[in-house]
């Protein structure tokens, strides 16, 4: 399938040793093919005239090219299926050890071998992002790929800079089926909403489960803070885990409304105070107060949404954790949270202990979490490590 294009030798070892992406700058001098935006390619090495891989090409985009196999077989809709099943039984494998849940990210980009390509599975319904260009002509076969798993539905949520960048329009629409706007998930004990049309991302932030999992495991009698709290999944954890009392806060007006809908639903509305608030605010105001917490979760948005913007993201995550930390009741704990890939694991770590130093307590650390198995991730694309959570405890 595809033309076939010539990459220089040295890019053709390097995808060979994994690298999936090739970056504008990595190409150009060899001269960028002459063809649409969109178009799957055959990469062949100039010299030696061997195939490399195959890929999807966009020259307007920064990373021109995308791999998405080693071997010249075709893509249809046999081959989506493939992939879509291999995914899922990697799923069906991890989460074994989770019986209790049925909502995950059935298929997460590169790392499933489908780069700009997300599917997250919502109790029998599929929602799919799309965020590239070479993957968007792929649509029909992909829904008919995934019309042969055992739905009740497929919607199509592809919204975001990333589109932009590709020359793409925004897409909210059920693609198969019949999708209510909000579905009803599980994860253990609790219920939650899962507003696809209008909430953030697909909906939810899945790649919480596990840390979810621990507040409700240890939060009996807790007064807990939940920053940044969306529509309140941790919220929701801490409160069916037994917190007496939570304080949610959140600066998106429609997050609270679906959480405080949560809340009304499961009766617990009269242990969750929702606050719309910015953070930075709240927590000044909260530390003025002199408050305390059994436990803080700080979960903010990326705040460094590209390189250049990681000095400044780095003082608000210091700033943000410094505030939390003051909020920590002495043997209390403080979840915290980053999602911006510019931010590695050795810069995380050295903003929080520059936050604990900057005050009169101490911390430790009780737990260094990473995005869960069903959000994998590829040593030869960092950028797919995103997220990290520190769990400390205030001595
Ligand atoms: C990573 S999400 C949190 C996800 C949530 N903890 C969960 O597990 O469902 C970050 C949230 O921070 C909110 N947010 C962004 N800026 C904020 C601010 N200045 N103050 C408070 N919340 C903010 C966003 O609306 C978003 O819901």
């Not at 005239?49 to 010249?72: C, G, K, M, T, W």
């Amino acid at each position: 399938m595809g033309l076939g294009v010539q990459v220089p030798r040295s890019l053709a070892r390097r995808i060979r040793q994994g690298q999936r992406w090739v970056r504008r700058s990595e190409w150009e001098g060899a001269g960028l093919p002459v063809l649409p935006a969109g178009s799957w390619v055959q990469l062949f090495e100039k010299e030696s005239r061997e195939f490399i891989a195959l890929a999807y090409y966009n020259p307007h985009s920064q990373i021109v090219a995308r791999v998405v196999r080693y071997d010249q077989g075709s893509v249809d809709v046999e081959f989506w299926y493939g992939r879509f099943r291999q995914a899922w039984d990697l799923r069906a494998r991890w989460l074994a050890e989770w019986p209790d849940t049925n909502a995950w990210r059935w298929v997460n980009a590169e790392a499933d071998g489908l780069p700009g390509l997300i599917v997250d599975y919502y109790d029998g319904y599929a929602v799919l992002q799309i965020l590239t260009l070479g993957m968007d002509v792929q649509r029909d076969a992909i829904v008919e790929a995934l019309r042969r798993f055992p739905l009740k539905g497929i919607a199509e949520k592809s919204v975001g800079r990333a589109r932009q960048v590709e020359g793409l329009r925004d897409r909210v629409d059920v693609l198969w089926g019949h999708v209510p706007s909000v579905l009803t998930i599980r994860e253990g004990s609790v219920e939650y909403l899962v507003d696809w049309v209008e909430g953030h991302k697909t909906g939810f932030y899945l790649d919480q489960r596990e840390n979810r999992l621990w507040v409700s495991r240890h939060a009996r009698d807790w007064q807990v803070l939940d920053l940044c709290a969306y529509t309140g999944s941790f919220s929701l954890a801490a409160i069916f885990g037994g917190a007496q009392r939570v304080v949610a806060v959140e600066t998106s007006r429609k997050a609270l409304k679906l959480g405080e809908q949560q809340a009304e639903r499961l009766d617990v509305w009269d242990r969750i105070e929702w606050v719309q608030a910015d953070v930075f605010d709240y927590l000044r105001h909260l530390v003025h107060q002199r408050a305390r917490f059994d436990l803080v979760v700080l979960d903010p948005p990326p705040l460094a949404p590209s390189r250049r913007a990681l000095p400044n993201a780095l003082r608000a995550y210091r700033e943000l954790n410094r505030q939390a930390m003051r909020l920590v009741r002495s043997g209390g704990w403080l979840l915290t949270c980053t999602c911006s890939h510019h931010v590695r694991p050795e810069v995380f770590i050295r903003v929080v202990y520059q936050a604990a130093t900057s005050l009169p307590r101490r911390f430790r650390v009780l737990a260094w979490r990473h995005q869960p198995a069903d959000h994998p991730f590829l040593l030869s694309v960092p950028e797919t490590a995103y997220f990290q959570a520190l769990l400390l405890q205030a001595e």
